[in-house]
């Protein structure tokens, strides 16, 4: 059975970096698009980064750009999530998240597989 486990989470201080990863078992995504989303509290779902089946195209919401880095290494079937620079606004759970389809899709419709969810915390 498919599965998306996500690791590295916990609680930084706000100007600090996580890393952190989604490994997935139980079927080959490598062709599939991976992203990443979270959910504050409160809030709905967003999409925050995504990343193509090759790695060539990648795609963040304005909020993240310039401070966090999406990667993927196919071989070992694991997506990365490089947050710096965090903020107390990018804590909530996150999720990976995997797409079947062709495009880097925003849309948590379009994504067939997720992970159960990773808490971050940006708190002085």
């Known amino acids: 059975q498919a599965q998306l486990v996500e690791s590295g989470g916990g609680l930084v201080r706000p100007g600090g970096s996580l890393r952190l990863s989604c490994a997935a078992s139980?079927?080959?995504?490598?062709?599939?698009?991976m992203g990443w989303f979270r959910q504050a509290p409160g809030k709905e779902r967003e999409f925050v980064a995504g990343?193509?089946?090759?790695?060539?195209?990648?795609r963040y919401v304005d909020s993240v750009k310039g401070r966090f880095t999406i990667s993927r290494d196919n071989a070992k079937n694991t997506v990365d999530l490089q947050m710096n620079s965090l903020k107390p606004e990018d804590t909530g759970v996150y999720y990976c998240a995997a797409n079947a389809g062709i495009l880097l899709s925003v849309s948590e419709l379009d994504y067939d597989y997720w992970g159960q969810g990773i808490q971050v915390t940006v708190s002085s």
């Open positions: 990343i193509s089946w090759n790695g060539g195209t990648t």
């Open positions: 139980g079927r080959t995504f490598s062709r599939y698009v």
